[in-house]
């Protein structure tokens, strides 16, 4: 079919992306649409319906009763996503304050893998530049788009200690702005105009929409790429600032290690010291004592004493040594007495826990002495009452035996007089009956005579009618068939020239899509050696379909 002289028609994305949905009032390409997708950071490819054949496709190993589950989930969360859209588009429509500004939808809830999550309490990294580093907690329920990755945030005390590293932006998510969505429908206008003016062919809304889901897909991965480089280039800074907060935490237990090992050292060193110096001590008195008894015994007329005799009777040394004796006693004493406050009060607290314990014991077995003694008085008074009810259903029962069985003697008696009526009333008929015949016999003789010759009569006639009729018909079935014959044949070729006209038409309109679905993938530059060959394979084969 050739280009006409009217321009092509819009192009129009709806939520459901099939051609029955065109007059719906919520259409992706619309600007309060994409607007309300935009704030929500809603991809549009997740708002389209999935069948349950395309989630088998994507879990090959799962069963029917897996599937159908997957299924819901996945059409419960795209209900809630949509519903979302819808709300925050009427509220954009109406004019509502709530709605306006950038960040008129934080207010909004999100679902996510089941759950409703708010953007306020998304995780969040405050860097050197105060701007937060929200990351990608939205899912991929299409399965089309790669799903992003999620970076978990510093904790609030490591954050206190790093201080500004980093100068560029820490935002690692941007979200769908209303230029990023209308911009693939703008190109694809475009590119769909130049494919229309090649081929002489409009380009069908489905392949319109196809190209531009394309775009939105490639945009999205591109943008997607960025935001895991950035996230990738922030953790590796995280990790780095995370390693010199560790240097430096190890620095500082090691010196309050060296710090602990130099101060004990030193407290050992002086108290070995004092021991030694005590040691020594006693060792001299002992040994002025010895060499004093000695010396007595070998020289009576010993004139001087020895300083450390002195020094032993000297009456400050001995206070000293009482007050230090008593201070030990003391200090026994108050143990011991503290010890015996101790085992006293734990002794009364055993005794009050097992008193209680004991108390709690005897009320429980009573309170289950008393249930029981009451479900045994609910349980006889049931029995009781079923016994009643039981004796007075057989009552009952005997009773309606009993009138049964009247009753079917009554009805017994009946049908024996019915019989005898209906057999008398029987023989009375058959007399009526056999009479009835031999006055018909005779009557009916003479009527089938007449009706005879007048059968005869008649078959006459009708003989020539149908022979006159039968050859009326077969002068109209010669004629019937020749006009039919000839409009068969006209028929025949009225359908071949239009299969020709529709095999070029769809010859035009694939050569058309071929063409459409090149230019985007020319213009994304994303293909692999392998898919250039695969495409080079199938532009063959379609001019060799074409030719």
Known sequence: MERSGRRSPNLHLDLYNFQEGNDSRYVLTSPRSLEACARLAVRPVDLLPRSVGEVAEQHPGAGQGQLNHLWEEYEEERRSRLRLCKQLRAQIVQGDPRAGGPHGAKELE???????????????YKGGTGHPMIYSTQSNAGGTLPRERDFPAAPSSRRSMMGPTHPGPWRLRRSLSLGDLTAPELQVRQLARDVEREARVCVSQRDKKIAALMLAKYREEDLAQERKLRAQRAWRGLLAE?????????????????????????????????????????REKTGANVGSTSGIDNKIHLEEPTATHEEFNNPVFEQRMSQAFRFRLMKELQNKQNLQVK???????????????????????????????????KSQQLYGQLLVERSKELREKAAKEEELLLLAKLRVEQQEKEQMKYKAMLAKLTDQKIQQAKDSLDKSIQIRAERTREVNTMKEKVHQLLKQKVEEQDENYRKQMKYLIREKDWRCAQLLKEKEATVEQGKKTAMASFQMREKIREQTRSRTFDQMVRQAEMNASLLRYTS
């Open 110 to 124: 999100i679902q996510n893998d089941g759950a409703l999550v708010k953007p306020r309490d998304w995780p969040t």
């Open 242 to 282: 995370e390693q010199r907060l560790k240097e430096a935490l190890s620095k500082a237990d090691w010196m309050n290690l060296q710090l602990g090992g130099v101060w004990r050292r030193r407290s050992r060193s002086s108290s070995d010291r004092r021991g030694d110096l005590t040691s020594e001590y006693w």
């Open 343 to 377: 085992n006293q009060y734990e002794r009364l607290r055993h005794s009050r826990l097992k008193e209680k314990v004991d108390i709690q014991a005897k009320a429980e077995e009573q309170c289950k002495r008393m249930q029981i003694k009451q479900k045994e008085r």
